[in-house]
């Protein structure tokens, strides 16, 4: 074999050392390459991750809020319904306060159109008979009714008690009576709202008693004075009973 002459080796040495050289460039390269892309997904998890603990404190301080304002709404309801009751019972206390001076001293008030003193102790009386009448007991209804009337002549509760003292006597049967009652009910208050009813009940009465004349008299008059009340209808049918 015939040996290289030294320019040769040389030459052949350069090439060997060029080709080792790219070599490990090219490996440096790919290293640097693959160390870059694991480095960069990391920074992409961590990133990741991070804005995921972000969010979760996020949502769990935007909970938190809306736990509180629940719970500041329930409260702010609380203080209004509390304010409520606190309104409602004074508005109550004042009302009781009002009714037990009423009991000890005189008040002008107007009842169904009728104006007047109410004395201590009136309004009681008129109720207590007006209960009496609603329970179904009369007798006591009428006794209190005409006590009321005797005791308190001035009232502005007296028309009322004319009124049901009338429909008491007349429920018990006592027409003549109960005829007494509403026609002085009906003279001393000819313009009280109870007026047409109270005719009913005093045609009624009259009828009852035997007196058709006089009943027939009465729903006459109602219908002329009250056309289109419940009174004049009432009146219309009842007036054939005195033929």
Same mark, same amino acid.
């Given at each position: 074999?015939?040996?290289?002459?030294? *320019?040769?080796?040389?030459?052949?040495?350069?090439?060997?050392?060029?080709?080792?050289? #790219?070599?490990?460039?090219?490996?440096?390269?790919?290293?640097?390459? #693959?160390? *870059?892309?694991?480095?960069?997904?990391?920074?992409?998890?961590?990133?990741?991750?991070?804005?995921? !603990?972000?969010?979760?404190?996020?949502?769990?301080?935007?909970?938190?809020?809306?736990?509180?304002?629940?719970?500041?709404?329930?409260?702010? %309801? %609380?203080? &209004?319904?509390? /304010?409520?009751?606190?309104?409602?019972?004074?508005?109550?206390?004042?009302?009781?306060?009002?009714?037990?001076?009423?009991?000890?001293? $005189?008040?002008?008030?107007?009842?169904? /159109?009728?104006?007047?003193?109410?004395?201590?102790? %009136?309004?009681?009386?008129?109720?207590?008979? #007006?209960?009496?009448?609603?329970?179904?007991?009369?007798?006591?209804?009428?006794?209190?009714? !005409?006590?009321?009337?005797?005791?308190? $002549?001035?009232?502005?509760?007296?028309?009322?008690?004319?009124?049901?003292?009338?429909?008491?006597?007349?429920?018990?049967?006592?027409? *003549?009576?109960?005829?007494?009652?509403?026609?002085?009910?009906?003279?001393?208050? $000819?313009?009280? =709202?109870?007026?047409?009813?109270?005719?009913?009940?005093?045609?009624?009465?009259?009828? &009852?008693?035997?007196?058709?004349?006089?009943?027939?008299?009465?729903? *006459?008059?109602?219908?002329?004075?009250? =056309?289109?009340? %419940?009174?004049?209808?009432?009146?219309?049918?009842?007036?054939? /009973?005195?033929?």
């Amino acid at each position: 074999m015939k040996m290289l002459s030294y *320019s040769a080796k040389q030459t052949l040495s350069r090439a060997f050392c060029l080709s080792a050289a #790219l070599i490990c460039l090219g490996a440096s390269n790919s290293a640097w390459a #693959l160390f *870059s892309d694991d480095e960069a997904r990391k920074a992409i998890l961590d990133l990741r991750k991070s804005l995921a !603990t972000t969010q979760l404190e996020l949502q769990g301080q935007i909970d938190k809020l809306k736990t509180e304002n629940a719970e500041l709404r329930g409260k702010v %309801e %609380e203080l &209004e319904k509390q /304010g409520e009751d606190i309104n409602n019972s004074q508005k109550t206390y004042y009302q009781d306060l009002d009714t037990r001076l009423g009991n000890f001293e $005189p008040r002008t008030v107007t009842i169904e /159109g009728v104006s007047g003193t109410v004395q201590p102790g %009136e309004k009681r009386a008129y109720d207590d008979a #007006l209960k009496s009448f609603q329970a179904g007991n009369l007798k006591k209804a009428d006794e209190g009714f !005409t006590a009321f009337a005797v005791k308190y $002549p001035k009232s502005p509760y007296l028309p009322l008690a004319l009124y049901w003292s009338g429909n008491s006597k007349y429920a018990n049967k006592d027409y *003549s009576g109960a005829i007494s009652q509403l026609q002085s009910l009906i003279k001393r208050f $000819p313009n009280h =709202p109870r007026v047409p009813t109270a005719m009913v009940t005093l045609g009624n009465s009259q009828l &009852e008693s035997g007196n058709k004349v006089a009943a027939k008299k009465t729903f *006459s008059e109602i219908i002329a004075k009250y =056309p289109d009340t %419940e009174a004049a209808k009432d009146a219309q049918q009842l007036i054939a /009973g005195t033929k």
